[in-house]
């Protein structure tokens, strides 16, 4: 059994992304964009994580995103950080919004943490899976309710570019 510090190197490399986006987060939305983006991923030095960019292709044009995954050997977990060129992914204080925090499974990574969405708290979660050596998927989802109930908001496929 290994620790889990390479959980994610099969996420190193350049990707074509596929993305299905709910417009409309918690209000019973049915319309979903779709877009296409491009990333690449890289080790962080010493092993202590990862990170990626997040560039689609002609959604929102000039939008940048990027998350940074860090690795806590003590507890064998992987905080995600979510940073972009709107927020920065910085509260009013200049700190980093909260990761979702969590760990892979039998081959799925959950990761889950508070939010906030409009004013109002929200769980998040991501769930890593139907990873291969060229594809993998990516979902986020929002609970209104402290993890009871869930709504599936972003989708991503992934296939490797290199």
Do not use: K
């Not at 010493?46 to 990626?52: P, R």
């Not at 939008?63 to 003590?74: D, I, K, Q």
């Amino acid at each position: 059994m290994t620790d889990g510090c390479h959980d994610f190197d099969f996420w190193l490399g350049a990707w074509r992304i596929e993305n299905e986006r709910l417009v409309g987060r918690l209000q019973g939305s049915t319309t979903w964009e779709t877009f296409e983006a491009h990333g690449r991923a890289q080790p962080l030095p010493g092993g202590i994580g990862n990170y990626d960019d997040f560039l689609p292709v002609n959604w929102r044009p000039g939008f940048v995103g990027m998350s940074l995954r860090a690795y806590n050997p003590a507890t064998q977990s992987w905080s995600i950080y979510w940073l972009d060129n709107q927020t920065g992914g910085l509260d009013a204080n200049g700190q980093l919004l909260p990761p979702v925090v969590g760990g892979f499974t039998d081959g799925v990574g959950v990761f889950e943490g508070d939010d906030t969405l409009e004013g109002r708290p929200i769980r998040v979660r991501f769930i890593w899976s139907e990873i291969t050596p060229t594809s993998a998927r990516w979902e986020q989802a929002f609970s209104p309710d402290g993890g009871l109930t869930w709504e599936t908001n972003w989708i991503m496929r992934m296939t490797r570019l290199e």
